[in-house]
């Protein structure tokens, strides 16, 4: 089944580097709408405040690609790319 997208929020916007970068996002809201508009790759970590995103470890969302991710109530998003830069927008969703 489709769930349809219904915004809860105001969407995030993070330039993101091969630095980890965060922000705070609505931690009301249990998942969230990720868009990669590139042009590169970028690593996404979700959790508390101190959350910082890897390679290693993230979730990958390639160019162009638009992810939901089910993020429980934690209040902090974080991305690296893992060269060059891009920017994501996070909007949190109603389920």
Do not use: H
Request: hydrophobic content about 50%.
């Amino acid at each position: 089944m489709t769930v349809p997208f219904r915004p809860m929020g105001a969407t995030v916007t993070l330039a993101t580097t091969t630095a980890s970068a965060s922000a705070a996002v609505l931690s009301e809201a249990n998942s969230m709408r990720c868009v990669n508009v590139g042009p590169n790759v970028v690593f996404l970590a979700y959790g508390p405040a101190a959350v910082v995103a890897t390679v290693a470890e993230g979730i990958p969302l390639l160019v162009n690609e638009v992810a939901r991710i089910v993020k429980g109530g934690a209040p902090q998003v974080a991305a690296i790319c893992g060269t060059g830069t891009a920017t994501v927008y996070f909007t949190p969703c109603a389920d």
